[in-house]
């Protein structure tokens, strides 16, 4: 996983890289310690990105540096590149 150099964006990567894994390994029937548990409760939403555009490494640290994305979303996002779910944003005529 890339990270971007600021720990408290990096940990949010790390934070949603392991809450996927922990979602995946109970869906499997594994269990994980009472200290983890918390990733199973974490919301992983993340904001669209551009109509006819999926997310990237640069147009994700560009909002961020817009101040449109928080410490959290940028973190989730980058994980979420990372771990190859990066997907274009199909948006009807009518959201855009």
């Not at 992983?44 to 994700?60: A, M």
Request: net charge neutral.
């Amino acid at each position: 996983m890339e990270f971007v150099g600021i720990p408290s964006v990096d940990k949010f990567a790390v934070e949603y890289a392991l809450s996927l894994c922990a979602k995946s390994s109970v869906k499997k029937g594994y269990s994980i310690d009472k200290e983890k548990e918390y990733l199973l409760t974490l919301e992983l939403q993340i904001p669209e990105s551009q109509c006819g555009e999926s997310w990237n490494h640069k147009s994700v640290k560009e909002h961020y540096r817009a101040g449109k994305l928080s410490k959290k979303e940028y973190g989730y996002i980058v994980a979420h590149i990372d771990l190859g779910l990066a997907v274009v944003n199909e948006c009807s005529p009518i959201t855009k």
